[in-house]
């Protein structure tokens, strides 16, 4: 099989999982929309996905890398919506403020002050979710959901910036009924602190278990290695 047929059928494998699911999400949060996780891709790759028109949230975790490829010609002219989703440094603020649409990882009121300082230069609004820790381990980054909640509020007194959810990653020891709860717990977080009419997001899931995120009310999952990596191993 070709490489393009792969990767369209891993996407339209992942498209189909998450409808499934979502369907079982009662009520929704909202409309549940793909980030497609290109930080680990091959350019090629993601250029024929978004040649074929089926890319439209992308998400990257490394500043200068995403740099690089957004800004290049081939890749300037599909007009994605890119996600910051990794660890941001201070010292790359300026440049993930001016590239990025959403940083989704925001952690620390500073982190948070220099974002909205950046912003404020470059005269855009800057979308940011608040990163969760769903563990109580130390090597997992985010804040615990209580701190988190307070950071969210400040936030939105910050110029430049509009805070609109939450992003966590689930720890990968948990059991399948473990996951399911603190997903639900930070879902009710999320309801109460982003009221539905203004413009929210959930981003639970990526590929290991984007099914029960979108089922426990994620409206962004992020999938990287089941769209750019299934099947094509040893491609
Ligand atoms: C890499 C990454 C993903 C995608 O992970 P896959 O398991 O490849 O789908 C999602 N979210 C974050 C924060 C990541 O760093």
Redesign the pocket.
Known sequence: MCREKILTDNLDRVEKIISLASQKAVPLAGPVTLMA?T?YAKDQDVLTLLAAGRLHHV?E?RVQQAYARWTSPVFAKYPVVKHF??HLQKNKAAKAAALFDFIDSVDSLTLAETLSHCAVKLGKTLKVLVQVKLTDKDTQSGLPLGQARVLAKQIAALPGLAVCGYMA?APQVQDAQQLRGSFHMLRQAFEEDFPAGKERWLSLG???DFAVAVEEGSTLP?????IFARNLEDL
């Open positions: 996780v930080k998400g975790s989703i990794g990653i990526m590929s290991a992020r999938i990287g290695s089941d």
